[in-house]
């Protein structure tokens, strides 16, 4: 069955620093992939998504993501973090031919002023 | 362009009853998806429906059954509830026809069954 895995679970870091969120999937096909950000009090909002081309994406608020085929690693990066951040963090994963989204267990951000 | 909206925000439920949800998708969606959030966890898919047909499963029991409308709208019903329904049921709608796959979610409705 395909799953996706989030290493990190709770992250919790001061302002400015540099982030790398870990996602990893375990379906060998060919793939979508998504970045979710759900804020506090707030419902789920795409931050970032690859589809072909380029591995290296951009999304909104400075964040951009990797895919590594080799490694089924497609991880979240933001190179200075602020406190309005602090959020939970979905990777997704879309499996070409299928319409379901298979989202992992989440990371919780804290960014600390 | 008015995003996508669902109701109720927040329902308590007793073991064994029966919940509607309802799901109104973002202008120009025509494909709508459920998810179940439980506690700690991410969604879950539930179902998707298009043209007011269920297109693809997860692993969920036939008691959880859904509707489309020509609006494009959607229910999600759950017969003989249990507590472990208790989640955050999500909707997310989508255009299949811009190829893009990306799906807009709503706030949720927060189930609680007692």
């Known amino acids: 069955a395909q799953s996706v895995s989030q290493h990190n679970h709770h992250v919790i870091l001061s302002e400015a620093a540099s982030l790398e969120l870990g996602c990893n999937y375990s379906y060998g096909g060919t793939v979508n992939l998504f970045w979710y950000v759900q804020y506090p009090g707030q419902h789920l909002q795409l931050l970032l998504k690859y589809f072909s081309g380029d591995p290296l994406v951009k999304g909104i608020k400075g964040f951009e993501a990797e895919f590594i085929k080799s490694k089924f690693s497609f991880n979240l990066r933001k190179p200075s973090v602020q406190w309005s951040d602090t959020a939970e963090y979905f990777c997704a994963v879309r499996r070409t031919g299928f319409q379901k989204l298979v989202f992992g267990t989440g990371t919780r951000l804290l960014v600390s002023p | 362009e008015t995003g996508v909206t669902q109701s109720p925000t927040h329902l308590i439920k007793t073991r064994g009853q029966q919940v509607t949800l309802r799901c109104s998708s973002q202008?120009?969606?025509?494909?709508v998806s459920w998810y179940q959030q439980a506690l700690g966890q991410g969604p879950q898919f539930i179902f998707q429906?298009?043209?007011?047909?269920?297109?693809g499963r997860g692993n969920f029991p036939p008691r959880f059954s859904g509707l489309q409308f020509p609006n494009y709208s959607s229910e999600l019903n759950v017969n003989a509830l249990e507590l472990d329904d208790s989640a955050l049921y999500l909707c997310?709608?989508?255009?299949?026809?811009?190829?893009?796959?990306?799906?807009?979610f709503g706030p949720g409705t927060r189930l609680t069954v007692t």
């Open positions: 429906y298009y043209r007011e047909e269920e297109n």
């Open positions: 997310a709608s989508s255009n299949r026809q811009d190829g893009s796959y990306e799906q807009y």
């Open positions: 202008s120009g969606h025509n494909t």
